[in-house]
């Protein structure tokens, strides 16, 4: 566990654009010990999104090296995604799907979510509710 510490804290980042901050934190719980947790707080736009892409893209090595087979996106704590920013969505989710990784989010805000249902996006991915 020490180990796969180490491996989350070298991801975890801060993305910054002009306007916009978003905080990628990420973690293995208990609750779903087969994933890999990654928790996104604040905005996540054009500017900032392609640094959250290459995060993700390293989130998925990590369960590909120890053998956690789903890699969770929390996003209860997003207050905004532009249309950008779900796009890298799909990108990091046809990334997981190459890679044999599950990609799910988790309690998307209603903000978040009309956008995905606005572009047509949330039929696409499983949604869950990490308690």
């Not at 599950?102 to 998307?108: G, S």
């Amino acid at each position: 566990m020490q180990e796969n510490k180490k491996n989350l804290e070298t991801i975890d980042h801060e993305f910054t654009s002009s306007q916009n901050r978003a905080v990628l934190e990420s973690s293995v719980s208990e609750i779903r010990p087969q994933a890999v947790i990654a928790h996104i707080s604040g905005a996540l736009d054009g500017e900032n999104s392609t640094l959250f892409l290459g995060a993700a893209k390293k989130l998925i090595d990590v369960c590909l090296e120890e053998g956690r087979e789903e890699l969770v996106i929390d996003l209860h704590r997003l207050t905004y995604a532009s249309s950008a920013g779900i796009g890298i969505m799909m990108s990091i989710l046809t990334m997981a799907r190459a890679s044999g990784v599950v990609l799910l989010l988790a309690n998307p805000t209603e903000k978040v979510s009309s956008v995905m249902n606005l572009l047509g996006f949330e039929s696409f991915f499983s949604i869950i509710s990490l308690e």
